[in-house]
């Protein structure tokens, strides 16, 4: 009867232990081994080559476009830290008190994030691309008398990766802004009240409340931006339609085409196990740092 | 007197300027989606010269163009194929699993609870060069049945942490009358608790239908074959084959973008919710 019973339950989790074994375990496993094999993906398995360390060696030491990538994201990453995260605070902020349409406006925010990165990409580029003389974003430098700023944004590798990062930050603040929003509501607003009787005005009050209160939240959606940040790459499909000579690479392109262009899957994983261990390893240390500035009465 | 009249001057002006800087903000979220709608509407040859929001003359065919000669109505089919069955797959799935993990005794339930959360906690990048690599061997690539797996599998671990965080809260009451009646387990998760979950599974499944419909690197990496193939994937080839024809990708990227916007439209207390419990726990 109790066996009879412990099997019962295993049931309850069968289909999902089977699922995860087979689509997560597995292949994780094969990350891990492939990552030391130099492997072209049509032989047959069991003749991969066995090389060791060279795949993190080769990425190491040899592979500046791999490095190049890292820079990209590392730079997409600080502009979405900064620029997005900033947007979304200020809006949070501005939505967080009486104010009419505020629903309005909570709606619409969140818009750009349910959309896919395709859809958001391929649109942005019709707006800034130069076809014809149809982007939008020249079209209005022209007409608020700033033609001297006209430029073919994402044709020049100068400014296509800030481009990216700006139609990033674009898709990316309403999660932010959300996130920041239930922050800020969940501040009880006796505290302002008696701040406000003490004679505090509305920095100090928002220097020496706001801030220390909301300090865990902006670490999470910190932590969060920079793991979203670092391993988004199909937007920059949509709005580059690629890596742009390296210009717009990030790491989860280069796997991509590692594995695609060049066949080397043991490669591909290499990059994979040591990209995902630095994600892993910055999310960490946010996580203690967060710990540690966290006020002892919340 | 003067101090009041002062203080109101100075907040309606404060007001103003957020109010100003909301609609800013809103204009530059809505502007170019009304611009991909309107350019829909228009024809290669007004495209480039008709920059107002509203189209002079409207054009309905680029919509039929898209749908037949694009193949997009196939895409279509396709996409709501996937997303249903994933969704309707990850809400038994992963509620099952919910289910055991937080009311069910049976040895390994916690190290499997844990493997659960800590893949949900682990990024892989490029986790799909090894999906890849497996489909092929068990013979499920270029199949809908690989693809629908695998996304099963890439929703599966946060849906069962979330059901579980709210199955744990749940009184126990009813489940206990439903067994003094009699009440299998099974019975107790299909009766019970599934419809007292309501509102999570409400989470679950919107953002699992999203993420599903948005869904673009596994489905590049599966499919081959054009006929499989869900609408994101599509659309990227689809802007290579009529690189020029605008009005026409236009179109194809409203067919892509529209059920989204609606979905979230029509459920956004839940997407609100999502974002502000699951992110803060996940």
Redesign the interface.
């Given at each position: 009867m109790r066996i009879k019973n412990i099997l019962e339950n295993y049931l309850f989790i069968t289909p999902a232990v089977l699922i995860f074994a087979i689509f997560y375990i597995i292949p994780f496993i094969y990350v891990f081994r492939l990552g030391f094999y130099d492997w072209d993906g049509i032989v047959p398995l069991k003749d991969a080559v066995f090389v060791g360390f060279a795949n993190f060696k080769e990425m190491l030491f040899q592979d500046p476009s791999w490095w190049q990538a890292m820079r990209n994201a590392g730079w997409v990453t600080i502009i979405a830290l900064i620029f997005q995260n900033a947007i979304a605070f200020l809006l949070a902020w501005a939505c967080d008190r009486e104010i009419k349409m505020k629903n309005f406006y909570r709606v619409i925010f969140f818009i750009p994030p349910v959309l896919s990165e395709i859809v958001v990409g391929m649109v942005w580029r019709f707006i800034i691309n130069d076809v014809e003389g149809a982007n939008m974003i020249n079209r209005m430098l022209t007409a608020i008398g700033l033609p001297n700023l006209v430029h073919s944004w994402l044709n020049d590798p100068n400014t296509a990766l800030t481009t990216v990062a700006i139609v990033h930050s674009w898709k990316g603040f309403g999660w932010g802004f959300l996130i920041f929003l239930a922050g800020l509501q969940a501040i009880p607003s006796e505290l302002y009240e008696a701040a406000h009787i003490d004679g505090a005005n509305a920095w100090r009050s928002f220097k020496n409340i706001t801030v220390p209160l909301m300090m865990p939240v902006i670490i999470l959606v910190s932590i969060l931006t920079v793991l979203g940040t670092m391993q988004a790459f199909v937007l920059i499909i949509g709005l580059v339609g690629g890596e742009f000579a390296g210009h717009t690479s990030v790491p989860v392109l280069r796997i991509l085409a590692v594995m695609r262009d060049s066949s080397r899957f043991g490669y591909a994983c290499a990059q994979g196990i040591s990209f995902g261990t630095i994600l892993v390893i910055i999310s960490f240390i946010q996580y203690r740092f967060s710990k540690e500035r966290q006020p002892k009465t919340a | 007197m003067r101090a009041a009249i002062y203080y109101k001057i100075k907040k309606s002006t404060i007001?103003t300027l957020?109010?100003l800087?909301?609609i800013s903000?809103?204009v530059?979220?809505?502007y170019?989606?009304l611009?991909?709608v309107s350019?829909s509407l228009k024809t290669q040859e007004t495209?480039?010269k008709d920059?107002s929001l509203i189209p002079h003359q409207l054009h309905l065919n680029n919509y039929v163009l898209a749908w037949q000669e694009g193949g997009f109505g196939r895409c279509f089919l396709n996409s709501i194929f996937y997303t249903a069955t994933v969704v309707v797959g990850i809400v038994?799935?992963?509620s099952?699993?919910a289910?055991?993990?937080s009311r069910?005794?049976?040895?390994g339930k916690n190290v499997?609870f844990i493997?659960?959360i800590a893949?949900m906690?682990?990024?892989?990048?490029?986790?799909?060069?090894?999906?890849?690599?497996?489909l092929n061997?068990l013979h499920l690539r270029n199949t809908p049945v690989g693809y629908i797996?695998?996304m099963?599998?890439v929703g599966?671990?946060v849906s069962?942490f979330l059901l579980k965080t709210f199955f744990d809260k749940m009184p126990k009451e009813l489940e206990d009358a439903a067994r003094m009646d009699g009440c299998s387990?099974l019975g107790i998760?299909w009766h019970v608790a599934l419809p007292l979950a309501k509102p999570v599974l409400a989470v679950v499944v919107v953002f699992n239908t999203?993420a599903v419909?948005?869904e673009?690197?596994l489905a590049l990496?599966i499919f081959d074959s054009r006929q499989f193939m869900p609408l994101?994937v599509a659309?990227?080839l689809f802007?290579g084959e009529f690189v020029?024809n605008?009005p026409l990708?236009?179109a194809g990227?409203t067919i892509?973008?529209l059920p989204?916007?609606i979905?979230?439209?029509v459920m956004?207390k839940y997407?609100?919710k999502g974002?502000?419990s699951g992110?803060?726990y996940g």
């Open positions: - | 007001n957020i109010h800087f909301l903000v809103t530059i979220c809505l170019p989606l611009w991909m350019s495209v480039f920059f038994i799935i992963a099952l699993a289910y055991a993990f069910l005794k049976f040895p499997l493997m659960f893949a906690m682990i990024p892989i990048p490029g986790s799909f060069v090894a999906l890849y690599v497996l061997k797996l695998a099963i599998n599966l671990s069962i387990k998760w999203l419909w948005n673009y690197i990496i994101q659309i990227k802007q020029t605008y990708l236009m990227l892509a973008a989204v916007i979905v979230y439209l956004q997407i609100v974002v502000t992110a803060i």
